[in-house]
């Protein structure tokens, strides 16, 4: 019998549909190793991109704590002062609870599904 716990590693596509990047993200976010590699890939596909903002795909993120909280701080405020904005869509329960107890839920704008992100910004 096998005891261990299945913890499936962080996972990050990036996609883009109209004027806003896509990140999907999947997994658990939890360490600095993945945090580092997160704003590597933000670095990358934004560059010195302006007005671009940024969706953070969050429906196959299982677990995140504070680590990743930081980074998407960073993601936010990288963003705005790059004149776009970031959104989150697809929280689960559990981290959504984390964005209530913290308060981030009153920072970031959080929908449902991708495309109800995507068509808030349109507007």
């Known amino acids: 019998m096998n005891t261990t716990t ?11 549909r109209d004027n806003c ?7 658990r976010l939890m360490d600095q190793k993945e945090a580092d590699h997160m704003m590597s890939v933000l670095e990358t596909e934004l560059g010195s991109d302006r007005d671009v903002n940024v969706l953070l795909d969050m429906s196959q993120l299982q677990y995140m704590n504070s680590t990743g909280l930081n980074i998407l701080i960073n993601v936010l405020t990288r963003t705005r002062k790059a004149g776009g904005d970031a959104l989150i869509s697809g929280l689960s329960s ?17 929908k449902g599904s991708v ?8 507007k």
């Open 6 to 16: 299945e913890r499936p590693p962080f996972g990050l596509t990036v996609s883009r």
């Open 115 to 122: 495309e109800e992100a995507l068509d808030s910004l349109r």
């Open 94 to 110: 559990g981290v959504r609870q984390l964005f209530v107890v913290t308060k981030l839920d009153t920072v970031f704008t959080i």
């Open 21 to 27: 990047k896509i990140f999907h993200m999947s997994g």
